[in-house]
């Protein structure tokens, strides 16, 4: 399980901070796809009519996780910038610590 801070101190590359500075850490969630973007234009057309599914639909699925992406914005200038960790099953923001030599509770 990977359990990453809310806060963290990191470099800053603004031309308004240029140093390092603490950073609001969340997760970024992908937006609402646009119903006008050429490729979602392109497809609803070619999908009007008769003819049933024109474009191969994907099922061969190999993956069991993502990849997760950090977004942390600067809390001097707000600057947004993202980070890409490795792949894990069980993903944790600002969760407790592990303490060294506790005892295990079930």
């Known amino acids: 399980m990977v359990n990453i801070p809310k806060t963290r101190r990191t470099y800053c590359k603004d031309k ?6 603490v950073f609001k850490v969340s997760q970024y969630k992908a937006g609402k796809a646009s119903m006008f973007a050429q490729g979602k234009r392109r497809y609803d057309r070619k999908q009007a009519g008769f003819g049933g599914q024109t474009k191969p639909v994907f ?10 992406v950090l977004k942390m914005e600067c809390n001097k200038c707000g600057m947004k910038r993202m980070k890409v960790l490795k792949r894990c099953k069980h993903f944790e923001l600002g969760g407790e610590k592990k303490t060294k030599g506790a005892a295990l509770s079930y």
């Open 59 to 68: 099922h061969k699925k190999a993956k069991t996780t993502k990849k997760i």
């Open 16 to 21: 308004r901070c240029g140093n390092h500075q």
